[in-house]
């Protein structure tokens, strides 16, 4: 078994070594009473993972891809017997759990490799619906494009599509010299709290491509930039004379509404 575990590149593992801030981290889950089930995604060497244990309401799975972390958290950590998921989580599917938790509300929580931490919030959005809370340390950057407003030069895909569904808080800030390896950026943990929007009121398939294809060509007003897929000459609205970075969740729904609307260039329903 092992003692030790060599942060790998390749994964993006970066182990925090300041109990504080995990402590801190595990304090910002908000516990709340309608769900139980926790998935800590990358335990790494478990510096969240012992804090998470000692609260007894909470049943927590630990998914590490990375075997020598495995054979440490199996080593030191003998309560999550039968807990850990030696699996990716980018594949995750929700049998991978027990039967006896698997149709229930889980939240994440992680100290996410920065190489696919957005990957990690694309496959949130897929299972946003049994998802009701995450808490995330990404790279600074990363956490506060997610979190910022309309408007803001940072504002893009993810801010959109995660602010459909989840209320985003930017909660604080991490250095690097609190991580083996230390990182060459800050860091940045936030916390994602579903809505009450169960479904948005527009297609929400076409509602995912509206906003990739405005943020693809950001400076093109949106006219310009979901011209060649939309015929948007038919469509007399003020949203398309904006950039995508000006327009709000709800502007979004509205400017969806109306495309579904029209035809497509190839004559067919832009509805899917």
Request: glycine share 6%.
């Amino acid at each position: 078994m092992a003692s030790f575990v060599s942060p790998k590149k390749h994964l993006g593992q970066h182990f925090l070594k300041d109990e504080n801030i995990a402590k801190k981290i595990v304090n910002s889950l908000s516990r709340k009473s309608d769900y139980k089930t926790l998935i800590e995604v990358g335990a790494g060497t478990g510096v969240l993972t012992k804090y998470l244990l000692q609260d007894k309401t909470l049943e927590t799975f630990v998914i590490e891809i990375d075997r020598e972390s495995v054979a440490f958290l199996k080593k030191n950590y003998q309560e999550l017997e039968g807990k850990i998921i030696e699996k990716d989580f980018l594949a995750f599917e929700t049998n991978w759990l027990p039967s006896s938790v698997s149709p229930l509300p889980f939240s994440i929580i992680g100290n996410f490799p920065y190489n696919i931490s957005t990957q990690i919030l694309f496959k949130v959005l897929e299972f946003r619906n049994q998802i009701p809370e995450v808490v995330g340390m990404f790279q600074k950057e990363v956490a506060e494009r997610i979190a910022a407003p309309p408007g803001n030069k940072t504002y893009g895909i993810l801010s959109v599509l995660l602010q459909a569904y989840y209320k985003i808080e930017y909660l604080f800030t991490v250095n690097p010299q609190v991580f083996v390896p230390p990182p060459h950026v800050k860091s940045g943990v936030i916390r994602l709290t579903r809505n009450n929007v169960q479904k948005l009121d527009c297609d929400e398939e076409l509602f995912f491509k509206v906003v990739k294809a405005g943020f693809n060509q950001r400076r093109k007003t949106l006219r310009n930039s979901l011209g060649s897929r939309f015929k948007v000459q038919d469509l007399k609205s003020e949203l398309l004379s904006k950039r995508a970075e000006q327009l709000s969740v709800k502007d979004f729904v509205l400017l969806t509404q109306a495309l579904a609307q029209l035809p497509s260039p190839s004559g067919r329903d832009q509805g899917c």
